[in-house]
């Protein structure tokens, strides 16, 4: 006998097409509650009687005898055996695999990135950043894996890819514009066939989700952040603040000589950095000089290069800073482009620490399988820095680290080029890509 019932939802919630797709699949009989209002219907006393933490999207039977809230148990109920992997016990754990990968693993980087992009959380610069980093990351890694395969497992859909889609549905839609897709060739190849399935058609229109391919990424809006954090639905039994504190009578306050300022509330990920324990930064003790780093940083990243080269040479402290070229070591075992910027990417993720007082451009010149990565680094000090911390001693030896004189003309010509992403590296192969560490 099919399955039946209703999934509470709203509107466009990408995490209920995991529900609908399987429900497609297997001919059960899902409807999604008309009359549901995200704020009211999921915050009332029947509601949360029946899903007492309140989570969208929530399925109810039709016999009311099955209350499922989480979107991958919902979709799992509703799944058929082929979904699941079927009766290979192998291909079942391959599965459930990738279900636990979507939410364990890239589920966070993407909120990093697009929750503030969709001006839904403060935007904070470095933390986005290093979301984004960590997203490309994912995204190349699922690009790799599926060089080879049509599906996640085996030769058809199964929840593995249901779960994968969904969760990566809005950055796709939001994010990622024509440009930012090419090196994920496999990945959008997927992504189409998996999109263009009768099945989940159907479940995009019953969701009242609209999908398409953007060419323009949403960008961060403060003027949005700030009407939507005042539209908040109020928490049931909490009253209102400012009626609080007129009923409450006045009483006189001791004098204090300065009042303490209100300590700041931290986010998750800022409390969770907060408990680490701090390490001195070995730079921090030699001499700051003149040149302001974050300043050409700043102006690096809002300006052209015609005018942030001349810029930097302008301001630079070549007494108290000193410039390195960097060189891969084994250049001969590059194989895939992107698989080689996971390389540049790791390195840099693992000196986050470093940022501080370093600046950098590593790139990639060639193609796949006939590849060389180089960079040029700045940082405070005119020794190298990587043996100074242990936090910094990761990558550095797969590198020859030459220093370079600042003053030299061969010099300005490296920075100029990997400044600017031009140019080839010592054998002609051509800038492929670069990445920046700031």
Request: net charge positive; aromatic share 14%.
């Given at each position: 006998m099919a399955k039946s019932g209703v999934l509470y939802?709203?509107?466009?919630?990408?995490?209920?097409?995991?529900?609908?797709?399987?429900?497609?699949?297997?001919?059960?009989g899902v409807t999604v509650d008309p009359k549901f209002s995200f704020g009211t219907t999921n915050r009332s006393e029947e509601y949360l009687k029946k899903f007492p933490l309140g989570k969208v999207p929530a399925y109810e039977s039709t016999d009311g005898k099955v209350l499922l809230s989480e979107s991958d148990a919902i979709a799992y109920y509703l799944a058929t055996e082929d979904l699941r992997g079927g009766s290979d016990d192998v291909a079942r754990a391959e599965v459930l695999k990738y279900i636990v990968y979507a939410q364990a693993e890239l589920f966070g980087p993407i909120a990093g990135w697009l929750f503030p992009s969709m001006s839904i959380i403060p935007f904070n610069k470095d933390q986005v950043a290093k979301s984004r980093a960590a997203t490309e990351n994912q995204l190349s890694i699922l690009d790799g894996l599926l060089l080879t395969r049509t599906f996640l497992v085996g030769e058809r859909i199964t929840l593995a890819d249901i779960a994968v889609f969904t969760t990566l549905i809005e950055t796709v839609k939001k994010l990622l514009?024509?440009?930012?897709?090419?090196?994920?060739?496999?990945?959008?190849?997927?992504f189409d066939t998996v999109l263009n399935q009768p099945q989940v058609q159907s479940a995009l229109k019953q969701a009242s989700y609209e999908f398409s391919y953007n060419e323009t990424p949403i960008k961060f809006d403060p003027a949005k952040l700030k009407d939507i954090q005042g539209a908040q639905p109020q928490q049931p039994g909490k009253k209102d603040d400012k009626k609080k504190k007129e009923e409450k009578p006045k009483q006189e306050k001791p004098k204090q000589e300065k009042p303490k300022e209100p300590e700041e509330e931290l986010d998750a990920a800022d409390a969770a950095l907060a408990e680490e324990p701090k390490s001195k930064d070995p730079l921090d003790q030699l001499p700051k000089g003149t040149w302001v780093m974050d300043d050409f940083k700043r102006f690096y990243s809002n300006n052209d290069v015609d005018k942030s080269i001349p810029y930097f040479w302008e301001k630079f402290d070549s007494e108290n800073y000193s410039i390195w070229l960097g060189e891969y070591k084994y250049n001969s075992e590059l194989a895939k482009v992107f698989m080689s910027c996971n390389l540049i990417t790791g390195m840099y993720q693992r000196l986050d620490k470093l940022r501080k007082n370093a600046f950098a451009s590593v790139c990639l010149f060639g193609e796949d399988n006939n590849s060389t990565i180089s960079g040029v680094w700045i940082w405070r000090g005119q020794e190298l820095a990587f043996p100074l911390s242990p936090d910094w001693q990761i990558d550095y030896e797969t590198y020859t680290w030459t220093k370079l004189d600042p003053a030299a003309p061969e010099t300005k010509k490296l920075v100029q080029d990997y400044l600017s992403w031009e140019g080839t590296d010592k054998e002609g192969r051509k800038f492929n890509q670069g990445k920046v560490f700031k």
């Open positions: 939802t709203y509107a466009g919630n990408f995490r209920a097409l995991k529900a609908l797709i399987a429900a497609g699949y297997s001919g059960a514009d024509k440009e930012s897709r090419q090196p994920y060739t496999n990945l959008i190849r997927w």
